[in-house]
């Protein structure tokens, strides 16, 4: 389970910062930075994990409390997205890290570190440590690894009533069969990420091409 280890160790604001949706084949990249109180009472350490480990149910759950801690003044959350757009100019993982950047810049002053989850950094206007497997070690990345999820899940649900057919309400832009078969039969929409192979060859109804390419959410 991950923990304040590292967090405490460096003392000050330490924020942790991780990324929801680089491999979706549509909607925006979000991330979320997540400053946690020394004092972080147990029942809500005991909530977080990394978001790949958690069910939706228990991510909702660890979102509302993570909230709650904020209006507490136990914990500093902040969020933010780069665009489809943003992916198509950037590439995915700039875009990754431009969402980082907002993401920190949100939150009510810069912190005295960043853990950032992964090898590669945004640039930022504090200290900053890379932390490779950090969401499932720090719990302030951990934090944000579900607080990009929920919100990224859902406003990829508002975008499926928008454009309904993609399945997004259950898959969250990810190129599951359902979504994939969708592609093929209704083409891209603009919250599609056209730049990713796969989306081209899908929408170009070259089901056969992106078979023997053998990938799913390929760029």
Known sequence: MPDLALERAHGGRVAGVDEAGRGPLAGPVMAAAVVLAPQLPASLAAL?????????????????????????GLAEVAVAAASV????RLNILGAALL???RAVARLPAPPDLALIDGNRAPALPCAVRCVVGGDARCLS???????????????????????????????????????RAALVRFGATRHHRAGFGTVRRLAAGQAAAWASAGGVGSQ
């Open 99 to 101: 969402a980082m950047h």
């Open 48 to 72: 977080i994990d990394d978001s790949k480990r958690l069910d939706p149910a228990a991510r909702e759950a660890a979102f509302a409390a993570l909230l709650a801690a904020q209006r507490a």
């Open 85 to 88: 757009a943003e992916i198509a």
């Open 141 to 179: 990345i951990a934090a944000a690894s579900i607080v990009a999820k929920v919100v990224r899940d859902r406003a990829m649900a508002r975008l499926a009533a928008r454009c309904p057919g993609y399945g997004w309400e259950r898959n969250a832009g990810y190129g599951t069969a359902a979504h």
